[in-house]
T-cell receptor, first 117, second 113 residues
Framework: GAVVSQHPSRVICKSGTSVKIECRSLDFQATTMFWYRQFPKQSLMLMATSNEGSKATYEQGVEKDKFLINHASLTLSTLTVTSAHPEDSSFYIC?????????????FGPGTRLTVL | GQQVMQIPQYQHVQEGEDFTTYCNSS?????IQWYKQRPGGHPVFLIQLVKSGEVKKQKRLTFQFGEAKKNSSLHITATQTTDVGTYFCAGAAAGGGADGLTFGKGTHLIIQP
């Protein structure tokens, strides 16, 4: 199946700093990528939809100025958590869309565990 | 907005017993997908159901999509210890998967040897 990588896998940062997470589709081009957030033992919550060459679409309640998304190429999307605070600590997972518009399959990256001290 | 409800939240079974998790969407879906997540891991795609009333099998796993395309189930026959994990359903809105998925809360499958 299609492969999606994420980097870094783990990051620990101080409160107030910014953290960038990369999501790459390794063997296919993805015009659309998604960013999810998962709290411990909970489900995945869609944060935003990242479209190559255009602005990301954010879900209700997600601050676009705090979670900056850039999808500069067909194989790379980045999520930057700006001025991170302890409540931003979470597991962030990206996925890349593969296939046609009505039978899309999402391939998930391995996730990034962010801990903000 | 769209909601996807999944039950049960936890399921304890003896190894060899069957297991079923159910998903119900508040709106008609374009397709429904099932994922398995092992502890500490990321969701791994299992299957996608698109057609009304569709039934698909993968070895001991049977997936069903309801006639109204609003509910789905995953049934595992004769569970094994390797089946341990959390099973998520995820619904794509009627407009297609390009709008992102709405995940159910997941069913945690715990197997006692």
């Amino acid at each position: 199946g299609a492969v999606v990588s994420q980097h870094p896998s783990r990051v620990i940062c101080k409160s107030g700093t910014s953290v960038k997470i990369e999501c790459r589709s390794l063997d296919f081009q993805a015009t659309t990528m998604f960013w999810y957030r998962q709290f411990p033992k909970q489900s995945l919550m869609l944060m935003a939809t990242s479209n190559e060459g255009s602005k990301a679409t954010y879900e209700q309640g997600v601050e676009k100025d705090k979670f900056l998304i850039n999808h500069a190429s067909l194989t790379l999307s980045t999520l930057t958590v700006t001025s991170a605070h302890p409540e931003d600590s979470s597991f962030y997972i990206c996925s890349a869309l593969s296939g046609g518009p009505s039978t899309d399959t999402q391939y998930f990256g391995p996730g990034t565990r962010l801990t903000v001290l | 907005g769209q909601q996807v409800m999944q039950i049960p939240q936890y399921q304890h079974v003896q190894e060899g017993e069957d297991f079923t998790t159910y998903c119900n969407s508040s709106t008609t879906l374009s397709n429904i997908q099932w994922y398995k997540q092992r502890p500490g891991g990321h969701p791994v795609f299992l299957i996608q159901l698109v057609k009304s009333g569709e039934v698909k099998k993968q070895k001991r796993l049977t997936f069903q999509f309801g006639e109204a395309k609003k509910n789905s189930s995953l049934h595992i026959t004769a569970t094994q210890t390797t089946d341990v994990g959390t099973y998520f359903c995820a619904g794509a809105a009627a407009g297609g998967g390009a709008d992102g998925l709405t995940f159910g809360k997941g069913t945690h499958l715990i197997i006692q040897p």
